[in-house]
C-alpha cells in the first residue's frame, strides 16, 4: 500500500517541472505580480498570454531569477525547479540560467562569431572535454535551432551580421546548446517576418520532445498553435490556466472570454 502510494507520487512528480506557489513580484512600491501560483509541466509548451503589462515577462523572469538583475525588483513565494528551491541561497543562478535557458524578444547574439556565440555557454559550463565535443554540440545546437544548412560555411563569421530570424535562431542555438531543462521565451518571434515566425515556431514543436518550453506572447494565434497549456494574465492576477484549447473555446473565467473575444487588451 505505502509502495504504491511512492509510485504514485512519482509519477506525478515526473509531470511537473516548475511548481510556483504564492509568488509576488514587486518593483519598488508597485506590486506586478500577486500571488500566483502554477505548476508547468514537462515536455510541452505553456504559453503566458494578457494584456500589455499584466505582468507575463515579469513571472517569466521569476522562472530563472532574471530578476535578480534588476535593482528594483523583489521576488517572494516559492519557486521549485524539480522539486528543488530555485531561490534556496545555495543555488547559483548562473548555474540555473543553464538549466532553465532563455531568449528574448529582440535578437542579442554577442558580438562574436556564429560559432562563439553557440560554444560559449558549453564553454563556461564545461560541457566539451575536446574541441572535436564542442564542435559536435555547435553543430546539433544549429542543426535543431534550424540554421545549419544557412550557416555551417560561415561559422567563422560574426553573429550579427546574420538576418533578424536567422539572429533569432542562432539566440535559440546559444540557449539550447548548454541542453537546458526549461526553454524560456519572451515573444521571441515579435521581431520576425512570418517565415521566420513559422521557423521558430516549428522549432519550438520540435522542442517539446526534449524539454519545457515556456512562451510570452502577444499573438493568440501563436498562443493556440503552438502550446499544450495556457496561462491568462490580467493586472498581475493569473486568472486563468488550462489546456490550450478549454483556454480558447471554453474559457471559465468572464474576463478571459473577453480577452480571448478581443474586449480587453
Ligand atoms: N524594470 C522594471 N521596473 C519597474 N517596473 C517594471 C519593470 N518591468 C516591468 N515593470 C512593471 O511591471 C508591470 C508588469 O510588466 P511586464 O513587462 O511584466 O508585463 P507584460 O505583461 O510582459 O507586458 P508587455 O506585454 O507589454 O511586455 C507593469 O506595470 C510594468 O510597468
Redesign the pocket.
Known amino acids: 500500500m505505502n509502495d504504491m502510494r511512492i509510485l504514485e507520487r512519482q509519477v506525478e512528480n515526473n509531470e511537473i517541472k516548475i511548481s510556483a506557489r504564492d509568488v509576488q513580484?514587486y518593483?519598488?512600491a508597485?506590486h506586478?505580480?500577486k500571488d500566483v501560483a502554477i505548476d508547468i509541466r514537462d515536455k510541452m509548451v505553456t504559453a503566458?498570454i494578457?494584456?500589455?503589462?499584466?505582468?507575463?515577462?515579469?513571472?517569466?523572469?521569476t522562472l530563472n531569477r532574471m530578476n535578480d538583475t534588476?535593482d528594483?525588483?523583489r521576488v517572494e513565494g516559492r519557486i521549485e525547479l524539480d522539486g528543488q528551491d530555485i531561490y534556496d541561497p545555495k543555488v547559483d543562478p548562473v548555474q540555473l540560467r543553464a538549466r532553465v535557458g532563455m531568449v528574448f524578444?529582440k535578437p542579442n547574439p554577442f558580438p562574436k562569431s556564429i560559432y562563439d556565440n553557440v560554444a560559449y555557454g558549453p564553454r563556461i559550463h564545461g560541457l566539451a572535454r575536446n574541441k572535436a565535443e564542442l564542435d559536435e554540440i555547435v553543430e546539433s545546437s544549429l542543426r535543431r535551432a534550424a540554421l545549419w544548412n544557412e550557416a555551417k560555411d560561415r561559422l567563422l563569421q560574426p553573429g550579427t551580421g546574420l538576418s533578424g530570424g536567422q539572429q533569432q535562431r542562432l539566440c535559440i542555438a546559444r540557449a539550447i546548446a548548454t541542453r537546458p531543462e526549461v526553454l524560456l521565451m519572451?515573444?521571441p518571434c515579435s521581431a520576425l517576418d512570418p517565415i521566420a515566425t513559422a521557423q521558430v515556431e516549428e522549432l519550438i514543436d520540435d522542442l517539446r520532445s526534449q524539454f519545457s518550453v515556456v512562451i510570452?506572447t502577444?499573438s493568440m494565434q501563436q498562443a493556440a498553435r503552438v502550446s499544450q497549456r495556457t496561462a491568462f494574465?490580467h493586472l498581475?492576477n493569473l486568472v486563468e490556466y488550462g489546456e490550450t484549447g478549454q483556454i480558447f473555446t471554453n474559457p471559465r473565467d468572464p474576463r478571459t472570454e473577453s480577452y480571448i473575444s478581443g474586449r480587453i487588451g
Open positions: 513580484v518593483y519598488g508597485t506586478a505580480i503566458f494578457g494584456p500589455s503589462g499584466c505582468g507575463k515577462s515579469t513571472f517569466l523572469r534588476i528594483i525588483a524578444q519572451d515573444e510570452v502577444h494574465f498581475g
